[in-house]
């Protein structure tokens, strides 16, 4: 048997939770409705990638570069203010957004695309090689 105290939580984290949940909803409302549609199905629905992009008719790739892009906007506005040089902001953007676009298409296949071009390292040094001769 469960004691009282076990289910209880304190005024504060049930205002702070009631809080954070008209804060999230306020944010989604926001969004554009293709967006707000993704968000609502991945967070509240539980559905992946893949089913989601079923549902929308689009791409799992689109749907993973908005899911993705929106942890990257949440990460972004933690880490920002920590930078003070706007240099190192500006790099820390670039490499951080092409890091998640390359991760999303990446994970985005059942299988990677093909590539024609790969790299020979059999001798001393690698060449690149095509596949497709010319």
């Known amino acids: 048997m469960e004691s009282i105290a076990g289910n209880y939580e304190s005024p504060e984290k049930v205002h702070a939770d009631r809080e954070l949940q008209t804060l999230v909803r306020q944010a989604v409302s926001r969004l554009g409705k293709t967006a707000g549609e993704m968000f609502v199905l991945r967070y509240y629905e539980g559905l992946a990638n893949k089913e989601i992009a079923v549902l929308l008719e689009t ?34 953007l670039l490499v951080f957004g092409a890091a998640t676009i390359a991760t999303v298409y990446s994970t985005s296949f059942d299988e990677l695309p093909y590539c024609p071009l790969h790299f020979d390292c059999t001798r001393a040094y690698c060449r690149p090689v095509f596949a497709v001769q010319v």
Do not use: D, R
Not at 59 to 67: A, E, L, N, R, Y
């Open 59 to 92: 791409s799992p790739f689109v749907v993973g570069v908005v899911h993705g892009l929106a942890g990257s906007a949440a990460v972004t506005l933690l880490i920002l203010p920590l930078i003070e040089n706007a240099w190192w902001a500006t790099c820390y």
